[in-house]
């Protein structure tokens, strides 16, 4: 699995996070999707290279979600929580990957 011309050290950097969620397990049993939170610049092409490479396997196709951070009050201050970007990965038939695994 090639990287498409992105550099390793790029392609490191894309992933944050696995979204673990009641919704993140639902897509992944009913829809074989995989749910990631992911840099705020990250395009499709980066995050589909990056899980291919990261987890060798296969994917179909990259959806991409903005949602903006909350604000919130501490006291009579408010501050507001960063805008995080989520990537709803579709895996190809006979793929799958397992966060599990590394758990004791």
Avoid: C, H, W
């Avoid at 991409?64 to 709803?88: E, H, I, M």
């Amino acid at each position: 699995m090639s990287n498409n011309g992105y550099s390793q050290e790029r392609l490191m950097q894309v992933l944050l996070a696995p979204q673990v969620s009641e919704k993140a397990t639902m897509l992944a049993d009913k829809a074989n999707q995989v749910v990631f939170i992911v840099a705020p610049d990250a395009t499709k092409p980066e995050i589909k290279a990056a899980v291919e490479m990261l987890f060798k396997v296969k994917v179909g196709a990259v959806q991409v979600a903005n949602a903006k951070g909350k604000v919130k009050r501490f006291g009579r201050f408010t501050g507001r929580r960063s805008n995080l970007r989520k990537a709803f990965v579709s895996l190809l038939p006979g793929q799958e990957i397992n966060f599990a695994e590394g758990v004791a």
